[in-house]
């Protein structure tokens, strides 16, 4: 990153706890090309059958997809401690179906990458909320400890979890 691309992140992020992926509100429709998300009256959804004819929309990538591309996760997750090394296809498990249940309420919270190295579980989001809910699903199935941290100035959410036996 060269200084002026730096000096625009830094002022991106100087605003807040906005975050820098949303669009600022448009008028009119948008469909995303690469997930066919669909964006109308502020707010980015699943295609619904009441709304399969979307006139005059434009193409445009939603936030989802733009930070997979860039992978610039909004969430990580971090889990750790020794009822991890038993218990790892559960947990893995209660992962991807909370995320299949977050993701079909909202088009904008997906995991982008799940990282499962020898020790921890690594698992970075498009949005706050699943990271968030993700938190708390290990929270009330395997009990263990977590915290959650909010970004000061950027917009993001770090949330670690562990459970030793
Ligand atoms: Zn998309």
């Known amino acids: 990153m060269n200084k002026f691309q730096q000096s625009q992140k830094d002022n991106l992020f100087k605003t807040s ?11 009119g429709a948008a469909i995303c090309p ?4 669909v964006y109308q009256g502020g707010n980015w959804t699943w295609k619904h059958p009441e709304n399969t004819v979307i006139h005059d ?3 445009v990538k939603c936030p989802a997809c733009r930070r ?9 997750l971090t889990l750790s401690g020794s009822f991890l ?4 296809k559960e947990i893995i498990n ?9 993701k079909a309420e909202h088009a904008l919270e ?8 020898a020790a921890d579980l690594i698992v970075t989001t498009t949005g706050i909320h699943l990271a968030n809910r993700l938190g708390h699903a290990l929270e009330a199935a395997f009990k263990g400890t977590v915290d959650y941290q909010y970004g000061d100035d950027e917009y993001g959410l770090t949330v670690n979890w562990t459970r030793d036996e």
Not at 34 to 37: F, I, L, M, T
Not at 68 to 76: E, F, L, R, S, Y
Not at 85 to 88: A, D, E, I, L, Y
Not at 94 to 102: D, G, H, P, S, Y
């Open 34 to 37: 690469q997930c066919n998300a």
């Open 94 to 102: 209660l992962i991807e179906n909370t995320e299949k249940k977050e």
């Open 68 to 76: 997979i591309v860039d992978n610039m996760p909004a969430g990580t």
């Open 17 to 27: 706890t906005h975050d820098p992926y949303r669009l600022p509100r448009v008028e």
């Open 85 to 88: 090394q038993k218990h790892r």
């Open 57 to 59: 929309a434009r193409t």
């Open 110 to 117: 997906r995991i982008i990458n799940l990282t499962d190295s």
